[in-house]
């Protein structure tokens, strides 16, 4: 079993639509979970950055973590055709420098 | 107030040759990491520096591939005798180790002839 795992999608949605986009892991040893948002050949943006289980929002976006269930969720409102680009899950086990852990990532298309 | 800087964007190389890859992290950055990347893939850990010292190189083939973050100057991530397998985009990641997040350079695209 991979340490996390992540569907590839694609996921093709219209504008305006709602997105969730999950992942699992396998490892409880996770305490820091993260959403970058990547364009076609660039390099990983960070979105959102969380640590306990609950929901954080920042604008559109929100970030859920079910730390119980091994189990994060991003959720993105009034999806636009520029969120069209890879989403990727990542997860570290402390904040002094460990490794970040990914997922394969979720394409993403929102068409107008 | 630059992001993290990579070098080159784009970096041809035929088999047999070498391959050096630069990063310079955020300013007030002294953590960095590196990462591949192949198509239908997730970023791929390889190696984490910080100034003058190897932290974590778990995720480093154990021949051909070594990594630096001299004390001057940017990190350097070295290929030795590239092969085709080698083709990628190799990103820099960069953190303060204060738990804000890593912040990823543009990223190098190797590829191999």
């Known amino acids: 079993q991979k340490e996390v795992e992540q569907d590839p999608g694609p996921l093709s949605v219209p504008e305006g639509a709602i997105v969730s986009l999950n992942c699992t892991y396998s490892?409880?040893?996770?305490?820091?979970f993260m959403w970058y948002r990547q364009y076609s050949r660039k390099g990983p943006e960070l979105l959102m950055y969380?640590?306990?289980?609950g929901n954080k929002e920042d604008g559109r976006f929100t970030a859920q973590v079910d730390k119980s269930s091994k189990y994060i969720s991003l959720f993105i409102r009034d999806s636009q055709p520029s969120d069209s680009a890879t989403y990727l899950c990542a997860m570290i086990f402390n904040q002094a420098g460990t490794a970040l852990i990914f997922g394969k990532g979720t394409t993403l298309s929102v068409s107008s | 107030n630059a992001g993290v800087m990579q070098n080159p964007r784009h970096l041809v190389r035929r088999r047999g040759q070498e391959a050096r890859l630069r990063c310079s992290p955020m300013?007030?950055?002294?953590?960095v990491y590196w990462y591949r990347q192949l198509p239908e893939e997730g970023l791929k850990f390889m190696v984490y520096l910080q100034k003058e010292n190897i932290i974590d190189e778990s995720g480093m083939p154990k021949e051909r591939f070594s990594a630096e973050f001299p004390k001057e100057g940017p990190s350097i991530l070295r290929i030795q005798q590239v092969v085709r397998g080698d083709s990628a985009a190799y990103f820099c990641?960069?953190?303060?180790?204060?738990?804000?997040?890593?912040?990823f350079g543009s990223g190098t695209r190797l590829t191999v002839v």
């Open positions: 490892n409880s040893a996770f305490q820091y």
């Open positions: 990641a960069s953190s303060s180790g204060q738990g804000n997040g890593y912040t």
């Open positions: 300013k007030g950055h002294s953590h």
């Open positions: 969380t640590y306990s289980s």
